[in-house]
């Protein structure tokens, strides 16, 4: 069965996603680069991480601003406890749950039909 066949393409999101490579440092010292997703959410270009994200900054160009556990490092968050940062990491965690579960209901509607189950509609 050629797969192709059974998938339907998803619902046009907001994101464009590229890879880049980013530098690491520790103690003064260049590590290793690692390669990480970098998606656009609207002007804004976001790296999302298990531990922390970075999303660009528009005041410090080629900067990056840290979002973690709800919280952003930009003037912005520590005047008002909210700021476009923030709102960019949660809309790309979003998006990226909403194409997950999509290919999950995909990937189990392409087993039931191998399997000879009917589609229920």
Not at 9 to 14: G, N
Not at 23 to 39: E, H, N
């Amino acid at each position: 069965m050629d797969v192709r066949n059974c998938i339907t393409p998803l619902e046009p999101l907001t994101m464009t996603v590229r890879y880049c490579k980013i530098l690491l440092y520790q103690s003064g010292k260049r590590r290793d680069g690692q390669m990480v997703k970098q998606v656009a959410v609207g002007e804004d270009q976001v790296i999302l991480g298990k531990n922390g994200s970075l999303v660009s900054s528009k005041s410090q160009p080629g900067g990056w601003h840290i979002v973690k556990d709800g919280a952003c490092d930009c003037k912005g968050f520590e005047y008002r406890g909210k700021c476009r940062h923030l709102a960019a990491v949660e809309q790309a965690t979003a998006e990226r749950k909403a194409r997950q579960a999509e290919a999950l209901r995909l990937m189990n509607q392409l087993c039931d039909e191998q399997n000879g189950y009917a589609a229920v509609a």
